[in-house]
Nanobody
Framework: QVQLVESGGGLVQPGGSLRLSCGAS????????MGWYRQAPGKQRELVAA???????NYADSVKGRFTISRDNAKNTVYLQMNSLKPEDTAVYYC???????????????WGQGTQVTVSS
């Protein structure tokens, strides 16, 4: 099986920074894209940022210029550096990976458990 585990969430004041980490482990044959999603209470889950195996990135308009996604392929880990945080960024952040395991010949989505990010004075 494949597991994704997130860390780095917490409480921060507006204008502050946090760095989220997510490591994938288990019977991994290959990881294609990885990404971060978030969901605020009463809101739909939305894509925050994504990164391909080759390093190409994609960001939601609301976080462009403030957030940076990166990955370490040797560690099967994806990061999200969040700067200039706003109260509107408050949400549960979920790690996602499009991953092929040794047991299958196809890729599918895996999800982390989520980590709370709260931006408040």
């Amino acid at each position: 099986q494949v597991q994704l585990v997130e860390s780095g969430g917490g409480l921060v004041q507006p204008g502050g920074s946090l760095r989220l980490s997510c490591g994938a482990s288990g019977s991994i044959f290959s990881i294609n894209s990885m990404g971060w999603y978030r969901q605020a209470p009463g809101k739909q889950r939305e894509l925050v940022a994504a990164i391909t195996s080759g390093g190409s990135t994609n960001y939601a308009d609301s976080v462009k210029g403030r957030f940076t996604i990166s990955r370490d392929n040797a560690k099967n880990t994806v990061y999200l550096q969040m700067n200039s945080l706003k109260p509107e960024d408050t949400a549960v952040y979920y790690c996602n990976g499009f991953i092929r395991s040794y047991g299958q010949n196809y890729y599918r989505d895996y999800w982390g458990q989520g980590t709370q990010v709260t931006v408040s004075s």
